[in-house]
């Protein structure tokens, strides 16, 4: 095999002989002061003297390495085999609560997100990753780091709305929903964007490169542990969920793009709890405790361990529940807009929010939103009090806290208020 690696050492000796005829020689390489004087142009390297350097410094450039095409197809690899297989939605035992708030966010973004939080190993990240398969393709703009929409201004970027504006035909192309995750480690710089080095030490120009709100404008934001969140990305996220966009301002950059993601945050509470700030900007907040029941553990058990032996025959198994599942979502996603609330029911939310004394109104125009989701779901075209009755405790019970030291209700408050009014 012919191969020449530009790893042999090279010393300044008074001469190098080769010891047999397929070792290339190697000239001597003498050091001199102010001057590198020699060759090794037969190893395929080349020595340049360079200015202001030490008179010890050797260059090495252009080093020649020939690598034979059946190495070549040795390296290559199926990127898609390669993937890591994700555990599907479906095979989840148990979690009804959590799953259905992810379930209800998918259909409707504009509930805002949920927080899962529950003991450790109740397979909250297991979950939220499983839902990848389930999301479904949205239109985007061809090429734009921002997902935008090429028929909504509210989701558009700056330039593709001027060139929509001009009346410029933008290409197109079907995707799936983003799902990015926001790792603890990560800086602010990466999170908002940042100035693109590259182009500025190339081209001499200030460009912006985009962050994961950007990616994950249209999309999920997934922050694992999020009450370990540093407190200034905890503000950033604020912001943009806020908002809706997100504005950077760097080296004389100011730059703004839309930012409208699902949150969705996973914790241990033994960890902490969340400021009430970053708590209320979730849609929805679902409790997760560890499986009691011996015969659901044991299955659980087995079942983990079909999927780490053969991941790929594992999820055929469950590819035709998975199909089903995805039909069920996009056909919810489809007749959301059609689904009504009479407004009977819309004044006893109010007034059960009310009554509970949650600050604002983001409590009632949530549960108004998930309650519809709900019977979106369920293939009805109107929202009954069960349907209310289901979704209010999650919706509610985290914006009952007024004190940073009181842990969140379980949801037993919200549920006898509820029946209380709707009795």
Request: hydrophobic share 35%; glycine share 8%.
């Amino acid at each position: 095999m012919a191969s020449l690696l530009g790893t042999s050492s090279i010393r300044a000796s008074p001469s190098l002989s080769s010891s047999s005829s397929s070792t290339p020689s190697i000239s001597p390489i003498c050091f001199r002061p102010g001057r590198i004087c020699g060759r090794a142009s037969n190893a395929g390297i080349q020595i340049r003297p360079k200015k202001n350097r030490s008179r010890h410094h050797v260059s090495v450039m252009n080093v020649a390495t020939e690598i034979n095409s059946t190495e070549q197809q040795v390296g290559k690899f199926d990127s898609k085999k390669s993937a890591r297989p994700v555990y599907p939605f479906a095979a989840i035992v148990g979690q009804d609560e959590m799953k259905l708030c992810l379930l209800l966010n998918v259909i409707d973004p504009k509930i805002g997100g949920v927080m899962i939080m529950g003991d450790r190993g109740t397979g909250k990240s297991t979950t939220v990753r499983s839902l990848v398969d389930l999301l479904p393709e949205i239109t985007v703009v061809a090429g734009d780091p921002y997902n935008s929409d090429p028929l909504d201004p509210e989701f558009m970027g700056v330039e593709v709305r001027e060139r929509v504006e001009r009346g410029e035909q933008v290409p197109v192309i079907a995707t799936k929903i983003n799902m990015v995750d926001l790792p603890l480690g990560a800086t602010e710089d990466r999170v908002c964007g940042t100035i693109d080095i590259e182009k500025a030490l190339t081209e001499g120009v200030k460009a912006f490169e985009p962050g994961l709100l950007a990616k994950a404008n249209r999309g999920i934001l997934y922050v694992d542990e999020v009450n370990l969140l540093d407190d200034h990305l905890v503000d950033v996220l604020l912001d943009s969920a806020a908002s809706g966009w997100n504005t950077v301002e760097r080296e004389g950059i100011s730059i703004s793009h839309p930012a409208r993601f699902i949150l969705i945050g996973s914790g241990n509470p033994e960890e902490g709890e969340l400021r009430p700030q970053l708590l209320d900007r979730f849609g929805m907040h679902a409790q997760v405790g560890t499986v009691r029941d011996a015969e659901l553990r044991v299955k659980i058990v087995e079942e983990r361990a079909r999927f780490d032996s053969d991941p790929k025959e594992f999820r055929d198994t469950y590819k035709t529940e998975q199909e089903k599942l995805q039909d069920q979502i996009s056909n919810a996603r489809s007749c959301l807009s059609s689904v009504q609330i009479d407004r009977e029911l819309k004044v006893k939310i109010s007034k059960v929010c009310s009554e509970l004394n949650v600050d604002g109104l983001r409590g009632d125009i949530v549960t108004n939103r998930a309650a519809k989701a709900l019977a979106a779901l369920k293939g009805k075209d109107r929202v009954t009090a069960d349907d209310v009755a289901t979704v209010i405790p999650n919706c509610l019970r985290h914006r009952l806290r007024k004190d940073p030291l009181e842990s969140i209700d379980s949801g037993v408050l919200v549920s006898e208020k509820f029946a209380e009014v709707f009795s």
